[in-house]
């Protein structure tokens, strides 16, 4: 397992950005598979974007495509976040999730990953 850490949360009217960070523990991070995930009071884990090893290919649930962007910089241990466009039904708590796996189709799989951090919240305002 990776040890994972997020942070850029906070609070953000509606249209405006935010950027999370997600900074792993080993210097083996370039050989991990990374994505987010994000769960709303009352409702289930669900798939934000994946990224695979090398940060070339990237994969995105259907509410944040063409809004959010994944990367990662294997040189800084770290995998990022660009959240543009925000809306209300986005505010939730982001988490950082990282598998030694390939990334296939497999990824929107919650159950799948092996290591979770603990979480950062984004809050959309009106």
């Known amino acids: 397992q990776v040890q994972l850490v997020e942070s850029g949360g906070g609070l953000v009217q509606a249209g405006g950005s935010l950027r999370l960070s997600c900074a792993a523990s080993r210097r083996t991070f370039s050989t991990y598979s990374m994505g987010w995930f994000r769960q709303a009071p009352g409702k289930e884990r669900e798939f934000v974007a994946a990224?695979?090893?090398?940060?070339?290919?990237?994969y995105y649930g259907d509410s944040v495509k063409g809004r959010f962007t994944i990367s990662r910089d294997n040189a800084k241990n770290t995998m990022y976040l660009q959240m543009n466009s925000l809306k209300v039904e986005d505010t939730a708590v982001y988490y950082c999730t990282a598998d030694i796996k390939p990334l296939n189709t497999w990824f929107p799989q919650r159950a799948l990953w092996d290591s979770w951090g603990q979480g950062t919240q984004v809050t959309v305002s009106s």
């Open positions: 990224i695979n090893l090398s940060g070339r290919s990237t």
